[in-house]
Nanobody, 115 residues
Framework: QVQMVESGGGLVQAGGSLRLSCAAS????????MAWYRQVSAKERELVAR???????YYVDSVKGRFTISRDSAKNTVYLQMNSLKPEDTAVYYC?????????WGQGTQVTVSS
């Protein structure tokens, strides 16, 4: 089992910045990639950014150039630096850890961007 705990959400004005953090604990040796997803109400959860164990990264087009995913392997922590935030970035953000045959999720953190 892997436990994921997110922090760093909040309310920010458009154009502002936030940094999300997600600390993993437990059987972290199985993790081969970590990611951030976001979800608005009942809509489908969207992959925002992903980082592999080899530090390859992926970003959804809507956040390229504004968001940066990074990780501290020693601390089993993944970060999402979000700059130039827009109202359409408002969502609950979830961190995710990929292990063989199973994915683990955090509890979610609310990000609200006011116009």
């Amino acid at each position: 089992q892997v436990q994921m705990v997110e922090s760093g959400g909040g309310l920010v004005q458009a154009g502002g910045s936030l940094r999300l953090s997600c600390a993993a604990s437990g059987n972290t040796g199985c993790i081969y990639a970590m990611a951030w997803y976001r979800q608005v109400s009942a809509k489908e959860r969207e992959l925002v950014a992903r980082i592999s164990s080899g530090d390859s990264t992926y970003y959804v087009d809507s956040v390229k150039g504004r968001f940066t995913i990074s990780r501290d392997s020693a601390k089993n922590t993944v970060y999402l630096q979000m700059n130039s935030l827009k109202p359409e970035d408002t969502a609950v953000y979830y961190c995710n850890a990929d292990c063989p045959f199973v994915m683990y999720w955090g509890q979610g953190t609310q990000v609200t961007v006011s116009s």
